[in-house]
């Protein structure tokens, strides 16, 4: 692109269109994470999930919230039980869920409690399950970050049986090769 650039503009002109252009990129926005130590305005994803929110919060309460591992990464495919209420749900690509209402034992919707406890379990295979008990107080409210621990399998004792080189004279073995002290 600066080839094409500086071949039809002076230098001071090709300067003023890349500022131009850094200024644009600014003003329109990035992701609102931190990157290489800076931090950019929120997306248009960002944006559209707060309407929805406010939406929701004119019209009903709904609770909100993420799953991570230990690095802070999102995981998706996370599983979420919420009781009581019987609510099941599963966190989407970013780790992220939403839960607007529950059900009732005969699959009847339930609106949410203000005030109410609500148990959550967050569980997905690899990881250890998660139990967290959160006070909804109404409207629209995020429930704190859940972290997802990965399992770890413990080994037994292992202690490696020595190997013996064969004789020459052993069954036609090749020299080199070894057997186990076990098989004497």
Same mark, same amino acid.
């Given at each position: 692109?600066?080839? +094409?650039?500086?071949?039809?503009?002076? #230098? #001071?002109? +090709?300067?003023?269109?890349? =500022?131009?252009? @850094?200024?644009?990129?600014?003003? %329109?926005?990035?992701?609102?994470?931190?990157?290489? /130590?800076?931090? +950019?305005?929120?997306?248009?994803?960002?944006?559209?999930?707060?309407?929805?929110?406010?939406?929701? @919060?004119? %019209? /009903?309460?709904?609770?909100? /919230?993420?799953?991570?591992?230990?690095?802070?990464?999102?995981?998706?495919?996370?599983?979420?039980? !919420?009781?009581?209420?019987?609510?099941?749900?599963?966190?989407?690509?970013?780790?992220?869920?939403?839960?607007? #209402?529950?059900?009732?034992?005969?699959?009847?919707?339930?609106?949410?409690? *203000?005030?109410?406890?609500?148990?959550?379990? @967050?569980?997905?295979?690899?990881?250890?399950?998660?139990?967290?008990?959160? #006070? +909804?107080? /109404?409207?629209?409210?995020?429930?704190?970050?859940?972290?997802?621990?990965?399992?770890?399998?413990?080994?037994?004792?292992?202690?490696? !049986? *020595?190997?013996?080189? =064969?004789?020459?004279?052993?069954?036609? @073995?090749? %020299?080199?090769?070894?057997?186990?002290?076990?098989?004497?």
């Amino acid at each position: 692109m600066r080839t +094409f650039l500086t071949n039809r503009l002076s #230098r #001071r002109e +090709f300067t003023a269109v890349m =500022l131009g252009l @850094a200024a644009a990129i600014l003003l %329109s926005g990035c992701p609102k994470r931190q990157q290489d /130590g800076l931090v +950019f305005d929120e997306t248009a994803t960002e944006r559209k999930k707060k309407k929805k929110r406010a939406k929701v @919060a004119k %019209s /009903g309460d709904l609770m909100y /919230g993420r799953v991570v591992d230990r690095n802070d990464q999102p995981l998706k495919r996370v599983t979420i039980l !919420v009781t009581p209420g019987n609510g099941e749900l599963i966190s989407n690509k970013w780790g992220e869920y939403e839960i607007d #209402r529950l059900h009732a034992d005969d699959g009847s919707p339930i609106p949410l409690s *203000p005030g109410e406890d609500y148990t959550i379990n @967050a569980w997905k295979p690899g990881y250890h399950e998660t139990t967290q008990i959160f #006070r +909804f107080d /109404g409207g629209v409210q995020e429930i704190p970050t859940i972290t997802l621990i990965e399992d770890t399998i413990k080994l037994e004792d292992y202690e490696p !049986v *020595p190997l013996v080189p =064969l004789d020459d004279e052993d069954d036609g @073995a090749q %020299s080199g090769v070894g057997k186990s002290v076990e098989n004497e």
